[in-house]
């Protein structure tokens, strides 16, 4: 079931495919795309991708973790965690393809 990693560099071959581009310029524009997304979630606002997905930054309160070794419990410091959250689209096509 493993999957091929889709990379930057295979993002920016796609865009110069399907889009036109020269190379250059498809790498220029998925890495702006890509620094956008970084910067708004950095600033702790919702990407909302339309028919994909969103992604939201979530604050997680301090709590107390264990070590699986020792047993002993150790504090886990409050911190900000991502979540992707797809479509009803990006599921309804994952599942589609699935059943081929």
Known sequence: ???KTVT????CEA???KVGLSRTESAELVELVLAEIGECLER????KLSSFGSFVV???GQR???NP??????????RRV???KPSAVLKQRINEGAAS
């Open 58 to 60: 979530r604050e997680k």
């Open 44 to 47: 702790g606002e919702t990407v």
């Open 64 to 66: 107390i973790g264990r």
């Open 69 to 78: 070794k020792t047993g002993e419990e150790v504090p886990i410091a409050p």
């Open 1 to 3: 079931m493993g999957g």
């Open 82 to 84: 991502l979540v992707f």
């Open 15 to 17: 865009v110069y495919q």
């Open 8 to 11: 930057r560099a295979d993002l």
